[in-house]
């Protein structure tokens, strides 16, 4: 199972939206509604963002929004804050009963 | 509070044995999948495979499999991630998250493993 497809980095000034890409194949984000994204800060473990697509967990602020079409997934953030500059992973259940993750994709708060 | 608490960072030989652990604490241990996940230096998250204490199945990622062991003791609320012969490229940081289904999200992490394996 290959790993899903992120830009390796992203940038956007405060205030502003950006949104992260995530690119699987039919057997996996194309297939299910089972893709989530991780935020991970430096030394930190990842946190749960978004699950099956779209769903925030309590506590996530709502700037942090997931959509899909096809094979691939999207992340977008809006409002951009100095705290939002981290890593960020994807990741999807797969027709192989595992998950995989994308390679992150670094985000850059200018 | 639910906490998954991994235990400290290792140091080995190649060739040497190790089995790191998870423990669960504020929720139904038996009744949650727990996986593992790798972080090479500097490197992404890597999904190794995952365990349900309740019955001990397992499933591996086709990239970890044979490689590692991964298992649980339900009476003690913890699950453990195993090498029979350590190589230098298994220095990572491995992490244990909660899962509710074998294909959902992972919701709760652990603090992280180091695990170095140097001559």
């Known amino acids: 199972q290959s790993a899903l497809t992120q830009p390796a980095s992203v940038s956007g000034s405060p205030g502003q939206s950006i949104t992260i890409s995530c690119t699987g194949t039919?057997?996996?984000?194309?297939?299910?509604?089972?893709v989530s994204w991780y935020q991970q800060h430096p030394g930190k473990a990842p946190k749960l963002m978004i699950y099956d697509v779209s769903d925030r967990p309590s506590g996530v602020s709502n700037r942090f929004s997931g959509s899909k079409s096809g094979n691939t997934a999207s992340l977008t953030i809006s409002g951009l804050q100095a705290e939002d500059e981290a890593d960020y992973y994807c990741?999807?259940?797969?027709?192989?009963?595992?998950?995989?993750f994308g390679g992150g994709t670094k985000l850059t708060v200018l | 509070e639910v906490q998954l608490v991994q235990s400290g960072a290792e140091v080995k030989k190649p060739g040497e044995s190790l089995k790191i652990s998870c423990k669960g604490s504020g929720y139904g241990f038996s009744s949650y999948w727990i996986g593992w996940v790798r972080q090479m230096p500097g490197k992404g998250l890597e999904w190794m495979g995952i365990?349900?204490?309740?019955?001990?199945?397992?499933k591996y990622s086709a990239s970890f499999q044979g490689q590692v062991t991964i298992s649980a003791d339900k009476s003690i609320n913890t699950a453990y991630l195993q090498w029979s012969s350590l190589k230098a490229s298994d220095t990572a940081m491995y992490y244990c998250a909660r899962q509710y289904r074998s294909a959902s999200e992972s919701d709760y992490w652990g603090q992280g493993t180091l695990v170095t394996v140097s001559s």
């Open positions: 990741s999807s259940y797969t027709t192989l009963a595992t998950r995989v």
């Open positions: 365990v349900y204490p309740g019955d001990s199945q397992t």
């Open positions: 039919s057997s996996d984000i194309g297939k299910y509604n089972y």
